[in-house]
C-alpha cells in the first residue's frame, strides 16, 4: 500500500493559516480518493477535505470557505490550506488515500492559540 507522511504542522495564532503536506511514497493518479481526516481531543476521527481523481473537491461545513484542498498527481502530494484557523481546528491532521486499499498517515499536530 501507499505510504502518506505528512508535515506543515504547529503552533499559530487564531486568524492564521497552514499549509499542510502529504507526500505519498508511490504514483496516487490510480487513488480514487485522497483525503484529509482530524481528530480532535477526546473526539473521533472526522472528514476534513477530499479531492478525487477525477478532479473533485469537497470539504466539510465547519471548514468550508477556510481551508482547501489540492491535489498534485505529479508531484505524488496533497496539500490541505487552512486559513482563519480557530482555536476549534485544534487536532491531529491525518492524510489519507482511498481505493485501491485504504492507507493513513501518521498524522501532524495543529495548535491553534494565542
Known amino acids: 500500500q501507499v505510504q502518506l507522511v505528512e508535515s506543515g504542522g504547529g503552533l499559530v495564532q487564531p486568524g492564521g493559516s497552514l499549509r499542510l503536506s502529504c507526500a505519498a511514497s508511490?504514483?496516487?493518479?490510480?487513488?480514487?480518493?485522497m483525503s484529509w481526516y482530524r481528530q480532535l481531543p477526546g473526539q473521533e476521527r472526522e472528514l476534513v477535505a477530499t479531492a478525487t481523481s477525477d478532479g473533485g473537491r469537497s470539504s466539510a461545513d465547519s471548514v468550508k470557505d477556510r481551508f482547501t484542498i489540492f491535489r498534485d498527481n505529479a508531484k505524488r502530494r496533497v496539500d490541505l490550506q487552512m486559513n482563519n484557523l480557530k482555536p476549534e481546528d485544534t487536532a491531529v491532521y491525518y492524510c489519507?488515500?482511498?481505493?485501491?486499499?485504504?492507507?493513513w498517515g501518521q498524522g501532524t499536530q495543529i495548535t491553534v492559540s494565542s
Open positions: 508511490e504514483d496516487i493518479s490510480g487513488i480514487f480518493v
Open positions: 489519507r488515500a482511498t481505493l485501491p486499499g485504504d492507507s
